[in-house]
């Protein structure tokens, strides 16, 4: 795609990064069969096509408006788009450069500005978070539906391992994840225990900085990253073998930790080891095979009717972590069947944030999954990203569980 680029950012880091992005993309549309929000809105401007199309525009020196706001809001960053794309466009990256331009040159209003900073100053702070949540946990029962379905009952991270071992893993706790689904790092550690390994968690990390990059806080997510790295690195440099995510989502992001810091000089070489030494829970219990493989031979064998079970695939895992197959091979080891799930590619609608911001196509997404989910009459559902779950689990009376919890529960038995 031929550019010229304006004044304002021609000469600068992001426009030289957007312009390499924008030259490869070949205008072929293919990204526009696997985009969410063409599917449902068939418009070329809901597609990441259409988006490129708004961004190169407004790069090239066009006014932004809010409708090319509007347009760019929509995209739930699934990067869906970049699975599909032959000529390796990134577009999750230039939509970042788009979006943050755009919002400094077309404002938004009070009320649209007021929500998102509530939601970058109390999700990405895990004490801030967690005392809300367990407010509104204590008054679940007389919230109206709608805030309701997003406060999930509270549950406990269960019975925490003894043994201490050699080999030590470090997990990210996150922000959301510790008041609404404690077990999941829970089940995390007890899994890992089996497997001789001990998973800690570091005094002082936190949000891993994706909230804030998502709604157009790069300097706050970087800040995140800084902290996190902090926190962490006196545990890699006294031994720790690596860092364990058990939320896809938080993993894609800490993934990004490197370009994010290229330019600092103080964290550039620190983020460039965190991403060398950061894996998905699911790589990292799939590297243990060998201890696995016996242990789970001496589980009692699944009752007939618990064997269905249904895989969520969140989009941090299937398109920017590029994991597919991995989680099916250990759930079918554990003895489930897999049932088939329809358009697998396609995103939940949770995404983040997108399910508070725009709340009407993050519905009828998640509708659509949910059918697809359970056209297989599957017992329950099982994903690996903390938001999708609890966004399923809000719409559905079918159990919805991150896959660590349903192989830790295997185990037990």
Known sequence: METHLADFIRHT?????????????????????????YQLLGDELDSPRGRIYLIKQVLEGAEPTEKT???????????SCETTCPSGV??????????????????RTAADAFMRSVLRNLLPRPALFGAAMKMGQSVRLMLPGVLRAMV????????APRRSHARRLIALAGCAQPAMYPNINGAARRVLDRLGIQMIEAAGAGCCG?????????????????????????????????????????????????HQLQDDPDY???????????????????????ALTPLLAACKPLPEKQRLLAFHTPCSLQHALKIRGT????????????????????CCGSAGTYSVLQPALSKRLLDNKLTALKAGAPVAIASANVGCIGHMQGATDLPVKHWIEVLDQRLSS
């Not at 706001?69 to 990067?79: N, Y």
């Not at 990256?93 to 040159?105: A, N, P, T």
């Not at 999930?152 to 019975?159: E, L, Q, R």
């Not at 250990?330 to 590619?345: C, I, K, N, Q, R």
Request: proline share 4%; hydrophobic share 45%; glycine share 6%.
């Open 152 to 159: 999930p009952p509270m549950s406990s991270a269960g019975p």
């Open 13 to 37: 880091a992001a426009g030289r990064e957007a312009e390499e992005i924008l030259r490869r993309c070949v205008h072929c549309g293919f990204c526009n069969a696997t985009c969410p929000t």
């Open 90 to 107: 990134r577009y999750t990256r230039l939509l970042d450069i788009g979006r943050e331009v755009v919002e400094s040159k077309a404002p």
């Open 69 to 79: 706001r509007l347009h760019l809001d929509r995209c739930l960053s699934c990067r």
């Open 268 to 290: 550039a070489v620190k983020a460039a080891r965190v991403v060398l030494a950061t894996r998905d829970i699911s790589e990292v219990i799939t590297a243990e095979a060998a």
């Open 327 to 346: 989680v099916e091979s250990l759930l079918a080891a554990a003895g489930y069947t897999l049932t088939a799930v329809a358009d697998s590619h396609l």
């Open 210 to 258: 994706a909230v804030r990059q998502h709604l157009n806080a790069a300097a706050g997510a970087q800040d995140d990253a800084r902290r996190n790295i902090d926190a962490w690195w006196p545990l890699l440099e006294s031994g720790a073998e690596g860092l364990v995510m058990t939320a896809s989502g938080c993993c894609s992001h800490v993934l990004e930790y490197a």
